[in-house]
């Protein structure tokens, strides 16, 4: 085996490569050099795919830690708005760099 997919974009990258060619995730134990354990890293298409599919009772806004909006988007959920709002937010999710999610949703937890 010459090659090793990369987990975040699925290309093949030479066998040894620290980090992807195409959208720079670290690869092996590269990828767990100075990370902070408390940080809660989030899956973009997992979210795109809430967003997609479950967008009408805000589950990908709650995945995303914005407990408010998805609230307002569950008590909202009768009139078919979050529903849009959803699909709307996935295109955006979707269409956002992995280096633009990981800084917008990847957020250090509040430790008590």
Not at 6 to 21: K, R
Not at 95 to 106: E, L
């Amino acid at each position: 085996m010459t090659h090793n997919p990369c987990p975040q974009c699925g290309i093949d990258l030479p066998l040894g490569s620290p980090v992807c060619t195409s959208c720079h995730c670290a690869l092996g134990l590269e990828a767990l050099a100075g990370v902070d354990p408390h940080i809660r890293i989030k899956n973009q298409q997992l979210a795109a795919w809430y967003g997609l599919l479950l967008g009408g009772f805000g589950v990908h806004k709650f995945y995303l830690g914005q407990h408010l909006k998805g609230s307002l988007y569950l008590a909202f959920c009768w009139t078919l708005v979050p529903v849009a709002l959803g699909w709307l937010d996935a295109l955006r999710t979707v269409r956002m760099t992995p280096m633009a999610f990981q800084r917008r949703y990847c957020r250090r937890e509040l430790s008590c």
